[in-house]
């Protein structure tokens, strides 16, 4: 079984999805980064479905659920670089992705986030190393 | 209109609805279908072999490449002996589900295919057949 790397910059967490996901690898994601969001106090969170040549409904749903359990957890989330072929094809499937924040590239999402981590108020982080 | 070509692989798993999605994107490639025709079937695919696997204990896929002279296409076929369903417009229906999906599955393979055929009796399983047309919208 495989895990989706997840990595921390700053108040964001970036994912990049390079392998076409069974669903449990999808569910282990959506709990890794929820889990994550509250261990560093993630503000945003970055994924990158741009190597994803599919997206069916149950990873749809997922990307749409990490989304709203996000916001729940005061981070938001930002999808990028979806293939134009699989944006077509979600939209007839039925899915909007309602909710979810999209951007082209991940040059474009990282200045989204950014906007978002700027209006944040500065807390202390629990990183360890300034205790 | 004949086959040139099918072959039959079981799908019983999570794992197998991957390399479900891997064949049928490299049959609908041979095919020439565009990027976009290959993505629709290929995630037609993933839907019907999740609903076998999660509600019609698992089942078979026959993938078969068509030639009818003018055009060819892929036709796939999703069988299983699982409970059937008892009420197929219903199951149609988007946001029907009896399980903890989106009930998406069956109407948006329905939307993403040319052509699109169910069978299903209580207790004797499911049979969906979905058919893409290269070139065909």
């Known amino acids: ?131 | 209109m004949t086959a040139t070509k099918s072959e039959t692989v079981p799908v019983r798993g999570s794992a197998e609805v991957v390399s479900v999605r891997h064949l049928v994107r490299r049959w609908a490639v041979e095919l020439g279908f565009t990027l976009v025709e290959q993505t629709k079937i290929v995630t037609a695919a993933s839907e019907l072999a999740r609903n076998m696997v999660d509600y019609g204990l698992g089942g078979t896929m026959t993938i078969e490449a068509l030639d009818n002279g003018t055009r060819k296409g892929l036709r796939l076929i999703f069988e299983d002996r699982g409970p059937g369903i008892p009420d197929i417009n219903q199951a149609l229906r988007d946001g029907f589900t009896s399980g903890n999906g989106m009930g998406l599955g069956l109407g948006g393979a329905k939307r993403l295919s040319n052509e699109f055929e169910i069978r299903s009796a209580p207790g004797e399983g499911t049979r969906v057949a979905i058919t893409r047309w290269r070139g065909a919208s």
Not at chain 1, 16 to 27: C, E, F, G, L
Not at chain 1, 71 to 85: C, F, K, N, W, Y
Request: glycine fraction near 6%; charged fraction near 25%.
């Open chain 1, 1 to 131: 079984m495989e895990r989706i790397p997840i990595l921390k910059m700053g108040k964001f967490l970036l994912v990049s999805i390079q392998v076409d996901m069974d669903d449990r690898t999808a569910m282990n994601l959506q709990d890794d980064l929820t889990a994550q969001i509250v261990k560093h106090r993630a503000k945003a969170v970055l994924i990158d479905i741009s190597s994803l040549d599919v997206v069916d409904s149950f990873i749809g749903r997922m990307l749409a659920n990490t989304a709203a359990m996000a916001r729940i957890l005061d981070a938001e989330t930002v999808v990028v670089g979806m293939q134009p072929s699989v944006a077509i094809t979600l939209v007839e499937l039925g899915l909007s992705l309602k909710g979810v924040r999209s951007a082209l590239n991940v040059e474009r999402g990282m200045e989204m986030l950014r906007g978002i981590a700027e209006d944040a108020p500065e807390e202390p982080t629990d990183d360890g190393d300034e205790k």
